[in-house]
């Protein structure tokens, strides 16, 4: 081995052998509790860590930063969303600030490169956001306040053969996620009566949608089902109708990741008639909803809130509630008192599996519809109380 091949290796060692012995100890007694959140706050993705951040801090203003006599303290941390700096943040957040809590993750690669540290530490840590089924297998410490694709994709898979779309190809990214809505959606909706006829996969990072949209239009289908992340819907929306897709009849379903609040508004009337399905609209009819769009509105410049920042406005719950269970405990005790949990989220009803650690909550399919002016995703039917398929049927 050269010697840079040797120091780094000598680095990744010492730095796990810290991890084995890093929290509980001294920390537990002082009255600090501190939560390192990892996000994508520069990069193609930075639009997640500004809801994020935004989510968190508003949670805070809300409900203050001391629980059980502890204060709560944030460190905020950027990996640009590149998987081999969220893992060394987490590393030196739980081995140099000795953190009790982590969590962030934007993207599925993000958080699968950060579990090995959270298992070693045994940090319990939130999921805010990576959405691939098997993320929440990858650490015992992992709790997931987001979604799961393949829970959101069989509302709009069931959804469609009723309404007269038969034949679709689905295009999705391609990675995780991507794969759990292109076999969540085969399934679901082959089994009510439709039929895939082509499952496109298009590349992650700066997609030219053109050559997949020619291929959907030569293919004629009834729909095209789309999944692609948070911030690259309006790239392909505005590709979808500059083919004339639209014009050839072919009709376009997605999960709400394609129609997502913080873009919706500036998409323009091609959004408009676009049916999803997905687990939060800034459009939400309930009163806990209102008040949350309300001040989160009031706290960022008139911006609405995505389901970003509400999975992070809900993971703050999440990591409150189960610091007043414990009387300020961390540790497994911690991440036992958040497994369970139930509450009333500006999304609707959710709860904490105890079992899987993953969330269940209410997959609603919506319609994009201008109110007052702009444009939101309309909720119009719902399916109660989802848990991720792959786990418990529904
Ligand atoms: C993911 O990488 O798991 C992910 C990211 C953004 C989304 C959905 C899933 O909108």
């Known amino acids: 081995m050269n010697k840079r091949g040797f120091l780094a290796r000598c680095a990744l060692l ?18 600090v509790v501190k939560v390192g959140l990892i996000f994508s706050m520069t990069g193609p993705f930075a639009s997640t860590g500004r809801q994020l951040e935004a989510g968190v801090r508003l949670y805070q203003a809300q409900y203050g930063d001391r629980v059980a006599g502890k204060k709560i303290e944030l460190i905020i941390k950027d990996d ?4 081999e700096q969220s893992r060394r943040l987490a590393q030196e957040l739980v081995v140099n600030d000795k953190v009790q809590v982590l969590a962030g993750f934007s993207l599925t690669p993000l ?95 700066n997609p030219d949608f053109a050559p997949f949209l020619q291929k959907v239009r030569d293919l004629k289908p009834d729909a095209v089902f789309v999944f692609l992340p948070a911030g690259v819907g309006s790239a392909f929306m505005k590709q979808f109708t500059e083919r004339g897709l639209d014009k050839a009849g072919i009709r376009l379903i997605a999960t709400g990741d394609v129609t997502e609040d913080d873009i919706l508004a500036d998409m323009g009337d091609v959004a408009l008639g676009v049916v999803t399905s997905h687990h939060y609209s800034a459009a939400h009819p309930s009163a806990a909803n209102q008040k949350f769009v309300e001040a989160y509105r009031k706290a960022n410049a008139g911006k609405r809130p995505n389901y970003m920042a509400v999975a992070a406005y809900d993971g703050m719950r999440l990591i409150h509630s189960a610091l007043q269970a414990t009387k300020g405990a961390t540790g497994d005790a911690l991440l036992d008192a958040m497994k369970g949990q139930s509450f009333e989220s500006p999304r609707g009803p959710v709860l904490i599996d105890a079992q899987t650690r993953d969330i269940v909550q209410d997959v609603y399919i919506r319609r994009v519809e201008r109110r007052d002016g702009e444009l939101y995703n309309v909720e119009f039917d719902v399916l109660k109380a989802v848990h991720d398929p792959g786990r418990r049927g529904k």
Request: a neutral charge; hydrophobic letters at 45%.
């Open 111 to 205: 958080a699968l490169s950060v579990a090995p540290v959270a298992t070693q530490s045994k940090t319990p840590s939130v999921v805010f956001v990576a959405a691939t089924s098997s993320v929440i297998d990858a650490s015992p410490y992992y709790v997931r306040s987001s979604f799961t694709l393949p829970q959101v994709t069989i509302g709009v898979a069931e959804w469609a053969p009723r309404n007269g779309l038969k034949n679709v190809v689905s295009l999705v990214s391609d990675y995780g996620p991507g794969i759990d809505a292109e076999s969540a959606f085969k399934q679901r909706f082959e089994l009510n009566g439709g039929k895939v006829v082509e499952a496109i996969r298009v590349p992650v990072r």
């Open 80 to 83: 640009a969303g590149v998987p």
């Open 14 to 31: 010492c730095g796990m052998s810290a991890l084995a012995g890093a929290p509980l100890g001294a920390q537990a007694q002082s009255d």
